[in-house]
């Protein structure tokens, strides 16, 4: 039988294939005689048995015979070897009926083995399996996260922010400049709005405060907040120069210029119109160069009538007309229900006359809270010696145009702040004592101060180095 695959020889073509004319020792030519002399040498068994004409018959050349040769694998007749011995019949076989075997080049033409389906195959499976379920399970925690960390919640998170030199920020005439080598410290805290994503991270900060978006906005907008910021600093900058200066010995004359615009409320009739650090000088022609002025001039008028305000927009430039009609408006001030007419939260405008300019620009930060580092950063730029004697030391606090300290936020995380910079002594306003101590490690000095002279004095007695100027012959001199 053949096997699959396997094309059967014709017995030319399988005395030629199979034995390639070397059926024993001696080298075979195409006609099958001996090229070499000596003895005849016994034909093999098994070549007789393939060719039983003896050692003389040559391989056939004629035509085909005319009778296809027998398919019966069982000779008719026993052939004979040379000599006339019987040839020895073939071994049984021992497989199935149906299973030849081919010889070994034969063998090879049936094609490559194809393996069984190993354990490396299954595990490799596994693998892949095992990837895949993992990115699935990454790609649902990130999109968590991401929806997360947009969900807002109803709180801020203060925390400790920076403490850093003051005197980059200032700005003196070369002819009034003493240099600093060791500056004063501002210092300041970082806002940030919680999400579902941040709750937990910020809760369990032990230098980070959770506050309701309501106790730090006061129900004002995010763009109003920061003009407010913006303007508060601009303020506090103002007083600080002023401040020093009279400090100095310097007169620094102020004049009322107006009511400054520090807040609106929605739904009333200035909301949108005036905004924070518009300059309102007049109400229907007559001057309003304060506060107090403005608000009693609209106490005349009613709801329902129509005023114009004379404002300087953003404090800048020449005045223009702006008309409101007055309307009745219940809105929240404080936690408390108010009726308001138009809307506005006033203050004071003044207008300092410097001796010579000074220039204080302290970016990205909001609020007054610098007013005390800043004043001290003018006087050591105006003074020779050093003001901190070497020494790092760092303040907190407001600061009007008379030398007195104000109340300010954030004093614990100002504390942390403070002491992450290498701070040995802090100054702070005598309300945000107690919480400073509450944070202060071994190291930090806080003291308490109220005035800018007792500023002063603390920093003397600390190793502060201050040489006073040649119009500085008392310990302060306001003028104006």
């Not at 009322?256 to 650090?277: D, E, I, K, R, S």
């Amino acid at each position: 039988m053949s096997r699959p695959g396997y094309v059967a020889a014709t017995i030319g073509d399988l005395a030629v294939t199979g034995f390639r004319g070397r059926l024993h020792h001696t080298t075979m030519t195409d006609d099958e005689q001996p090229t070499t002399q000596g003895p005849e040498v016994p034909r093999d068994p098994m070549a007789l048995h393939f060719f039983p004409g003896g050692a003389s018959a040559p391989f056939p050349t004629g035509p085909p015979p005319t009778d296809p040769p027998s398919t019966d694998p069982s000779p008719t007749a026993p052939a004979s070897l040379a000599d006339g011995a019987p040839v020895p019949p073939l071994p049984p076989q021992t497989g199935p009926a149906e299973q030849d075997v081919a010889p070994a080049d034969l063998v090879a033409d049936a094609g490559p083995v194809v393996p069984k389906a190993t354990g490396g195959h299954r595990n490799s499976r596994k693998r892949r399996t095992l990837r895949a379920v993992v990115w699935a399970v990454a790609g649902v925690v990130v999109l968590g996260a991401l929806i997360a960390s947009r969900i807002n919640l109803d709180y801020y998170a203060i925390q400790p922010g920076s403490a850093q030199p003051v005197q980059p920020y200032i700005t003196v005439p070369p002819s009034k400049s003493h240099p600093v080598t060791h500056s004063v410290l501002l210092t300041d805290v970082r806002e940030a709005r919680v999400s579902a994503l941040t709750y937990l991270w910020f809760k369990f900060q032990s230098d980070t405060e959770l506050y309701s978006v309501p106790a730090v906005t006061g129900g004002t907008s995010a763009d109003e907040l920061d003009a407010q910021g913006a303007l508060q600093m601009s303020q506090a900058e103002e007083s600080a120069k002023t401040a020093a200066l009279r400090h100095a010995g310097y007169a620094v004359p102020a004049t009322p210029a107006g009511a400054v615009v520090t807040g609106t409320f929605a739904g009333t009739p200035a909301y949108g119109v005036l905004n924070v650090g518009d300059v309102v000088t007049a109400l229907d022609g007559t001057p309003t160069l304060t506060a107090l002025a403005l608000t009693t001039a609209l106490a005349t008028h009613h709801p329902g009538e129509t005023v114009t305000f004379t404002v300087r927009k953003d404090g800048k430039g020449a005045p223009g007309p702006v008309p409101l009609t007055l309307k009745r408006t219940k809105v929240e001030v404080g936690g408390q229900s108010v009726y308001l007419d138009v809307g506005i939260e006033p203050q004071d405008q003044v207008d300092y006359a410097f001796p010579f300019p000074i220039s204080i620009s302290v970016t990205d930060i909001g609020g007054p809270s610098a007013g005390l580092a800043m004043t001290l950063g003018v006087i050591d730029a105006l003074t020779s010696g050093s003001l901190t004697g070497g020494h790092t030391i760092a303040a907190t606090g407001t600061m009007d145009a008379a030398g007195n300290v104000g109340d300010v936020g954030g004093v614990a995380q100002k504390t942390v702040a403070v002491e992450n910079a290498g701070a040995s002594l802090f100054l702070v306003p005598p309300e945000e004592y107690k919480v400073a101590m509450s944070k202060a490690r071994p190291g930090l000095k806080v003291v308490a101060v109220s005035t800018l002279d007792q500023a002063l004095r603390v920093i003397g007695a600390n190793g502060g180095k201050l040489s006073p100027t040649t119009l500085d012959s008392a310990p302060s001199h306001y003028a104006g």
